[in-house]
């Protein structure tokens, strides 16, 4: 059993990932950063801690991690949000948390990245999504240089069916959709895998397995 770390814990995948962690005997500790968002991830398991990695500092997360063996980046600024935000929480946040694990000794760490980061830009390109891009390209680069166990998946556009428990799952997996609930189950079945540490893959709905995706 293992207790896991989740920054990100109050968006929808977080929801998911304190579910399956819960559901497979491991535990779950949520980073909230707002105080109403804490009763519901209580509700579903969790321990919390209330900080906003926006303006903490990486010694202050660092405390929340004691007794942590793994933590997961699910974080993002999210629909709506400013060129600015990108930054601040979908690179910034992820930096953050691998300064901060590595002061709590905390050597796990997965990130939920995103399709195509690696992919040129055009010059036309959107600012907003530009920077969601940007900051999810430079926060997978900086991860892969953090010397932390780290496992990196990038889905393609997400959707709010159930899980199908089926997936595609490789470093050139290709664009498709996958549902919200089997990015979180990717998510538990990489932390219990030490195969997947050090891969950085794709992920879309498929035909395999997700254990069996996992462990390839």
Known sequence: ???VAIVGAHGQIGKLLIKH???????ALGIARKEEQIPTLRKLGAETVLLDI????????????????AVVFAAGAGAGSTAERKHTVDY???????DAAKLAG?????QISAIGADDPLKPDTDPVWKAY???????????????????IIRPGPLTNSPATGMVTLSEHAGRGEVTREDVALVVVAAIDADSSIGKQW????GTTPIRDAVCQ
């Open 1 to 3: 059993m293992a207790k």
């Open 21 to 27: 962690l819960r559901a497979q005997g491991h535990e």
């Open 54 to 69: 926006e303006s903490a500092t990486a010694e202050q997360l660092a405390t929340g991690l004691q007794g942590v063996d």
């Open 92 to 98: 910034a946040g992820s930096v953050l948390l691998a």
């Open 106 to 110: 905390v050597s796990r760490f997965v």
């Open 133 to 151: 891009i940007e900051a999810k390209r430079d926060a997978d680069i900086s991860l892969r240089a953090s010397g932390l166990e780290w496992t």
């Open 202 to 205: 794709e992920l879309r709905g």
